[in-house]
């Protein structure tokens, strides 16, 4: 499967061209030069994920930015751009987009609790391709069976899934293609990557870092 339409900007960061929309996920620490956001996605508050600096750098005034309830208070009180508020299980289309938002969160440990209300994305394309974002989380029951093209799926351990454990819910999932991320900054290296790729008996394709 084609992917060269998904680049990945290190950590959790993606840019997605669905023809002429470009959607970004997570954008943290992004290059320079890159073209303006139609869609911001933003799975959690932490820093890493949602930086405001950022935002406000990709966005024009008809950007929309989509986030779990606390994440779109902060965009409308600090970036002054378009905040839609979703939870989990909530769908919206936005441009060509039809956005899903999917729980996340940890099951054995404390730095994303379920309570918290924060999100991955299942992203259907104007061509009918679904890519998947699973934000920061463990392996969960909401993943079973969400039979996506694409799963951008985190690597690193610690704070989020392993390798090992990422193989396992791609395979839940019903994965066509996995992207590994949420390695290489704060945490996680190569190797959890190579786990992945080892571990999963579909596609694996690890992306190069762009910018």
Request: hydrophobic share 40%; charged share 20%.
């Amino acid at each position: 499967m084609n992917v060269s339409h998904i680049h990945w900007y290190g950590h959790d960061s993606f840019r997605i061209e669905d023809g002429a929309t470009q959607v970004y996920i997570d954008p943290w620490k992004m290059p320079e030069g890159l073209p303006r956001a139609d869609v911001v996605l933003v799975t959690h508050s932490h820093y890493d994920h949602y930086s405001a600096a950022d935002v406000n750098r990709l966005s024009t005034p008809e950007t929309t930015v989509v986030g779990p309830a606390d994440v779109a208070e902060k965009v409308r009180s600090e970036t002054g751009a378009v905040a839609l508020p979703i939870a989990a299980g909530q769908t919206v289309e936005i441009e060509s987009l039809r956005v899903t938002a999917v729980a996340a969160y940890n099951v054995n440990k404390k730095f994303h609790p379920k309570a918290s209300g924060w999100v991955g994305y299942v992203v259907r394309l104007s061509d009918g391709t679904s890519i998947y974002h699973a934000g920061d989380t463990d392996c969960i029951p909401e993943m079973k069976g969400l039979a996506v093209d694409v799963a951008l799926l985190p690597v690193s351990g610690t704070y989020v899934m392993t390798g090992d454990e990422a193989a396992r819910a791609a395979e839940a999932i019903g994965a066509k293609v996995v992207i590994p991320m949420h390695y290489g900054d704060i945490v996680g290296t190569d190797a959890d990557a190579a786990t992945l790729k080892k571990t999963f008996k579909g596609l694996t394709v690890i992306k190069p870092q762009e910018g």
